[in-house]
């Protein structure tokens, strides 16, 4: 963490707040405020928080992993009490009986790693220097303590409207137990998992994602991608943007979808609906891009031939001075756009994290490595 600042104060929470929209495709500006004000208010009354490096973990007996979960655009309709965080903290520490020592993000992407220097604050806890994914993925767990064999459940939601639930689960059934609660608790909840001894994070984690935030929070616009090692693959204008539909999975999907073989889990369809983004390169060697995505862009293709897939983060990025992410869902045909990729963590790079970043499955089952 050489560099790093030792705590998250008042400014330094700003510039994590600037930084954690880099990856942050499709943040919600109304809840992103909220998210700001809800760890601005958590800092003004407890303090800043001590930021812990990887090294630092190995002699505490538990940290959690702090969340949301549902949608971030319900989050400012539905807005927070600021006590979220901490009933579900302390109703994860019920059930394990033990205190908490640290608190870790599951990823630093926009709300995420505001609520993550707001539960560290409101519980009097230091914040772990990294967090479970590296970049953004859409399941609950799809994340590097999967990889590493940590569990997400038992876990806690806290509502803001004063529910508590408790969650124990086995053999990956978290995600079909949480997401029909969402709906019933307004819209977003804050969840607490992924309980372990800080020695199993210290080497599940991926180090530094906060402190690089922060540096992104202090760039201009031109070095904004410096703390990352980006890969510009095209700058162009866009073309078409396509909702393809047939029988092989590109149109609404079904509630639940079986990757491997027959006794690998039914993980739950990504939430959200396939589309294919066409890029007409506008310097260079002219060529034309397809970005497929599903939630986020899972597959670049030039000219027919793959130039870049998940686990790397494929992004679309404005062309203007601003540089800003764009989200799939809003890409319109005529707007100047680059694509980039960001290498993903090297947990990701293995079979079983390819396929748990793809599509959300780890299982003994299915060892081959997929291809696209």
Known sequence: ????????????????????????????????????????ASVAAHGPVRLLAPDELNDLRLCVTVTLVGSSAALAEQLPTGAET????????????????????????????????????????????????GRVLPLLEQSTFTLAGVAAAPLALATPS??????????????????????????????????????????????????RAIRA??????????????????????????????????????PYERVGGPDTHPWPALPSRPTSVLVAETEGLGRHFR???????????????????????????????????????RAVPGVEVEVVVIPAAPA???PEGRRLARAGAVGPQDTQEDSW
């Open 291 to 329: 970005l497929e995505a599903h939630n986020e862009v899972l597959l670049a293709l030039a000219d027919g031939a793959p130039v870049a897939a998940a686990p790397d983060q494929i992004l679309i990025l404005s062309a203007s001075a601003d540089r800003r992410v764009l989200d799939v869902e």
């Open 162 to 211: 004063g529910d508590v639930v408790v969650v124990e689960s086995a053999g990956g059934r978290v995600e079909d137990l949480v997401r029909p609660l969402v709906p019933a608790a307004g819209g977003w909840a804050v969840a607490v998992c992924y309980a372990m001894p800080g020695g199993v994070l210290a080497g599940s984690v991926v180090p530094g994602t906060v402190s």
């Open 217 to 254: 929070g202090t760039a201009t616009p031109r070095d904004l991608f410096a703390p990352w090692s980006l890969r510009r693959l095209c700058r162009g204008r866009i073309t078409a943007v396509e909702h393809p539909a047939d029988e092989h999975g590109y149109g609404a999907p079904e």
């Open 1 to 40: 963490m050489s560099g790093a600042p030792l705590r998250v104060d008042a400014a330094v929470l700003e510039q994590l707040a600037t930084g954690s929209l880099v990856l942050a495709a499709g943040a919600a500006e109304s809840a992103f405020r909220v998210a700001l004000d809800w760890a601005r």
């Open 86 to 133: 901490v009933r579900a903290v302390r109703a994860l520490e019920r059930l394990l009986g033990t205190r908490a020592d640290a608190v870790v993000a599951l990823n630093t992407a926009g709300e995420n790693a505001l609520l993550s220097v707001a539960a560290a604050a409101d519980c009097g806890l230091p914040l772990v220097d990294g967090d479970g994914c």
């Open 348 to 350: 990701w790079h293995t």
